[in-house]
């Protein structure tokens, strides 16, 4: 059983818009910080976005600042990402995960994530 799951990536032209989906399975979000990265070919994997367990708060990277909007369902279970205003270079395979290490959610630090997802991928082209 995985234990997140994205979807929701997609090809799409400049300026457009994508919702990113990351559906937990056997475990509770509502008690894990939540962050979405990206990993381009040939570049290495950046946090993008965080939600914090702790008191709710978001934060981004600056190139993604006022085009991405992080949020949480608790009812479905659900974490989301959306997307506007897209760019080329916003062009990667997204990955959300999870960890109890609130502290480490928004420093992006990939060894203190307890679970991954799969990835989606996400195109941005004319």
């Known amino acids: 059983q995985v234990p997140l799951v994205e979807s929701g990536g997609g090809l799409v032209q400049p300026g457009g818009s994508l919702r990113l989906s990351c559906a937990a399975s056997?475990?509770?979000?509502?008690?894990?910080?939540i962050a979405w990265f990206r990993q381009a070919p040939g570049k290495e994997r950046e946090g993008v976005s965080c939600f914090s367990s702790d008191d709710g708060s978001t934060t981004y990277a600056d190139s993604v600042k006022g085009r991405f909007t992080i949020s949480r369902d608790i009812a479905k279970n659900t974490v989301y990402l959306q997307m506007n205003s897209l760019k080329p270079e916003d062009t990667a395979v997204y990955y959300c995960?999870?960890?109890?290490?609130?502290?480490?959610?928004?420093?992006?630090?990939?060894?203190?994530?307890?679970?991954w997802g799969q990835g989606t991928q996400v195109t941005v082209s004319p």
């Open positions: 056997g475990f509770t979000l509502h008690y894990y910080s």
């Open positions: 995960a999870a960890t109890v290490d609130d502290y480490y959610c928004s420093g992006y630090v990939p060894s203190a994530f307890d679970y």
